[in-house]
T-cell receptor, first 114, second 110 residues
Framework: NAGVTQTPKFRVLKTGQSMTLLCAQD?????MYWYRQDPGMGLRLIHY???????AKGEVPDGYNVSRLKKQNFLLGLESAAPSQTSVYFC?????????????FGPGTRLTVT | LAKTTQPISMDSYEGQEVNITCSHN???????ITWYQQFPSQGPRFIIQ???TKVTNEVASLFIPADRKSSTLSLPRVSLSDTAVYYC???????????FGAGTQVVVTP
């Protein structure tokens, strides 16, 4: 049982390049989330999904897009990377609403945009 | 959106009790309070969750006063392995309104 996995673990992009971060969970959770973590700011919710085929915006969605084509996968895309998107990105999943149910986090992806 | 505030850092010695208080003045009626622990280069890990009064599990206790405008995570008899960042999360049933605190770095020394 791997839990929540994220690929890649590290990535360096040049400004304007695009990339996709992949999150996978094997716990059959309906709910999945993408967060970014910056020093001194805790975790901020980017986008989330309440089930296959559904996505919604979180607190800081600008510059990101997501897709949930399969229940176990949640993809985060950056169409045109900016230095302000340098951060550590965490994916999480839960069996119910995140404020009420335990979230299981992946190990994170460290992204640097130069 | 409930803004959460917690101390930036706390130091402790092994065997002592550590209490971390999170302020959330704008907490909504349906919000729960959850605490997570994070080690370097890892994702956060669930510790404990509560709605009101006191909750205890095998690793921590959570105290929530009647007005619910703050909460205190209590770690009894800490060890070196408890050195980590602890996050307070105030959540609501309304989607997208999840507010993590900035985190408290706890350092435990021998």
């Amino acid at each position: 049982n791997a839990g929540v996995t994220q690929t890649p673990k590290f990535r360096v992009l040049k400004t304007g390049q695009s990339m996709t971060l992949l999150c996978a969970q094997d716990m059959n959770h309906e709910y999945m989330y993408w967060y970014r973590q910056d020093p001194g700011m805790g975790l901020r919710l980017i986008h989330y999904s309440v089930g296959e085929g559904t996505t919604a915006k979180g607190e800081v969605p600008d510059g990101y897009n997501v897709s949930r084509l399969k229940k176990q996968n949640f993809l985060l895309g950056l169409e045109s990377a900016a230095p302000s998107q340098t951060s550590v990105y965490f994916c999480a999943s839960s069996q119910g609403l995140a404020g009420r149910y335990e979230q299981y986090f992946g190990p994170g992806t460290r992204l640097t945009v130069t | 959106l409930a803004k959460t505030t917690q101390p930036i850092s706390m130091d402790s010695y092994e065997g002592q009790e550590v209490n971390i208080t999170c302020s959330h003045n704008n907490i909504a009626t349906n919000d729960y309070i959850t605490w997570y622990q994070q080690f370097p280069s890892q994702g956060p890990r669930f510790i404990i969750q509560g709605y009101k009064t006191k909750v205890t599990n095998e690793v921590a206790s959570l105290f929530i006063p009647a007005d619910r405008k703050s909460s205190t995570l209590s770690l009894p008899r800490v060890s070196l392995s408890d050195t980590a960042v602890y996050y307070c999360l105030v959540g609501t049933d309304s989607w997208g309104k999840l507010q993590f605190g900035a985190g408290t770095q706890v350092v435990v020394t021998p």
